[in-house]
């Protein structure tokens, strides 16, 4: 008994020895960027987050680049002295969820089921407010849009398309295959597929939207409720032809024109659309389970209001209500929105290979109260983001960052 509980103490003691080093090793600095460190842990940390967002590619070398940035960022804000507090950081978190249609708690468990900690957001989203203040203060100043430019940028993106067009569709969402493989069966579709006839089985076998069943067929529509980068497409094809494969968000997308006449009223143009997306739960269902789920939802809602009452039943604060310019409606939703008439729904597989139920609730040939000031900060935003990235640039070259 003796000799066994010295071993025992002994065992205790070489792992109470080991810990410490252990612990040391993860928050260990591996970078130092100025007078601050990047560590192990905030690495691990990192790299898990950006395979949470299905980033591809280097992502320890993705990782490593982003913190010392980060790094850079809270320093020149620290110089500036520019700080942040509480609040804006839980509305930086609010924001950063609202742009893949989640809450920030439903984000915030997403990121908790693969492992990223609260603390990792929360920082990510600290240096990006702070980041955004610095170059607010440091190049507003040399920044201005003008109303003439609001309303070109509001002429390009409601274009008046006299033409409703006949159309098919495949959609194959990134998440199922991965970026590559998806790519390349988009690929062979598109290169392949000679006739309505071989698209329809090739949507039925491949395709993950709700019109797969059809074929793929998504009838007659006006050709400018499709989003821009695919009406510009369809609008090149003769009937019969394929388009080449089409980023739309989380997924890879073909089109074949089947059909093209004039509308009824060529001065028809929409300008604003108004839709809900509702996310189905998916921590414990399957895809199939979600898509069950999501058909049962859809089929007791008759209009947006019906969808909204009746979201709760199936999960908590999953709806978002949005009322947008066309062109400022994520890609993947305009879509799906562009096949159904008001008060008509559908479903898609998200970035993160969840099932989403988009209904739309109205097309507008005007736009939403607020809209022409969102249009003039987008385009604040990119001129002054533009400015940053040079700003950035030269914050690193003159910067000290040694490997440890």
């Known amino acids: 008994m003796k000799k066994i509980s010295l071993l025992a103490y002994g065992i205790s003691l070489c792992f109470s020895l080991a810990l410490p080093s252990l612990a040391a090793s993860i928050y260990s600095p591996i970078y130092q960027v100025n007078d601050s460190v990047v560590t192990e842990y905030e690495l691990q940390q990192r790299v898990k987050m950006l395979q949470s967002f299905g980033t591809r590619g280097d992502l320890r070398q993705m990782a490593i680049d982003q913190l010392i940035e980060d790094r850079l960022r809270s320093q020149a804000a620290k ?28 984000l915030l468990n997403y ?52 033409k409703t067009v006949n159309v098919a569709e495949i959609i194959l969402p990134v998440a199922e295959r991965g970026a ?46 499709l989003p821009a980068q695919v009406s510009s497409r369809v609008s090149a094809l003769e009937p019969g032809q394929v388009t080449a494969p089409i980023i739309i968000g989380s997924a890879i997308a073909l089109y074949q024109l089947r059909g093209v006449r ?14 809900l997306n509702v996310i189905m739960p998916s921590a414990k269902s399957s895809q199939g389970g979600q898509i069950a789920a999501a058909t049962k939802l859809m089929n007791l809602s008759d209009t947006c209001l019906d969808m909204q009452a009746n979201t709760s039943k199936f999960a908590e604060n999953a709806v978002t209500s949005q009322s947008l310019p066309s062109a400022q409606v994520p890609v993947r939703i305009a879509a799906e929105i562009s096949k159904l008439d008001p008060n008509e729904s559908g479903y898609y ?24 000031e969102q249009i003039r900060n987008a385009l604040f935003g990119q001129r002054v983001g533009s400015f940053g990235a040079g700003y950035l640039q030269e914050l690193r070259g003159d910067a000290i960052i040694i490997a440890k």
């Open 111 to 162: 990121f908790r089921q693969r492992g990223v900690h609260r603390e990792t957001f929360e920082d990510f989203v600290r240096a990006g407010i702070l980041w955004r203040n610095v170059i607010g203060a440091r190049f507003a100043s040399k920044v201005n849009v003008t109303d003439e430019e609001v309303d070109a940028q509001l002429n390009v993106n409601a274009i008046s398309f006299p």
């Open 262 to 275: 004039e509308a009824k009223s060529a001065g028809e143009q929409v300008i604003s659309v108004s839709y």
């Open 79 to 106: 110089e500036a002295g520019i700080t942040t507090n509480d609040e804006e950081i839980l509305g930086g978190m609010e924001e950063f969820a609202a742009r893949g249609n989640f809450s920030t708690d439903q």
């Open 349 to 372: 597989v998200a970035e993160n290979g969840g099932i989403n139920v988009v209904m739309l609730c109205n097309r507008a040939k005007d736009l939403p109260e607020g809209a022409r």
């Open 180 to 225: 590559a493989q998806t790519r390349a069966l988009a690929d062979r579709l598109s290169q392949t597929i000679k006739s309505g006839d071989q698209f329809s089985i090739a949507a039925k076998k491949f395709s993950k939207s709700d019109t797969a069943v059809r074929g793929g067929a998504m009838g007659w529509i006006p050709l400018g409720t």
